[in-house]
């Protein structure tokens, strides 16, 4: 009888160390999925932005503005007429292109960048909820 006792106390300690470790992964996957949340979505703001300035290229040309140079240093200049953009194309590469097709390129890059959010999303509620459901059952541990 105490042999039966001793199995199934190891048995629930086995189930007990188990749950534990389950959190621990995944509050870790919680986590990272966050961050490339948060990664991506800063991400897709500077693509925007950069949108931004390809849609109003015309009216930019041949006016005069204000460059940021850093630590709250602007140097004003004057833009010629905006034929080509330069556009950030991964991996460290840069890539001259003309103003319709770096629009499509980032038009493609922002709704590339959102279906990416999406997932990430997805994947964080279903980590959420494999959270909820181990706390759920770590507490009915605490109550036996």
Do not use: C, H, W
Not at 83 to 100: F, H, N, R, S
Not at 121 to 137: C, G, P, T, V
């Amino acid at each position: 009888m105490a042999y039966e006792e001793q199995a199934s106390g190891n048995e629930e300690q086995d189930a007990l160390a188990q749950l534990q470790y389950l959190q621990g992964v995944y509050t870790q996957r919680y986590e990272m999925l966050n961050e490339q949340i948060t990664a991506y979505s800063i991400t897709k703001d500077a693509l925007r932005q950069g949108m931004d300035v390809v849609e109003k290229a015309e009216t930019i040309g041949n006016s005069g503005m204000l460059v940021n140079a850093g630590g709250g240093t602007y140097i004003e200049a004057r833009a010629g007429r905006i034929d080509k953009v330069i556009t950030y194309v991964g991996a460290g590469y840069m890539a001259e292109k003309p103003l319709a097709e770096a629009k499509e390129f980032l038009q493609n890059a922002i709704k590339n960048g959102e279906a990416s959010i999406t997932k990430l999303l997805n994947e964080r509620q279903k980590a959420e909820k494999e959270l909820f459901d181990i706390s759920y059952r770590l507490a009915a541990f605490g109550q036996a």
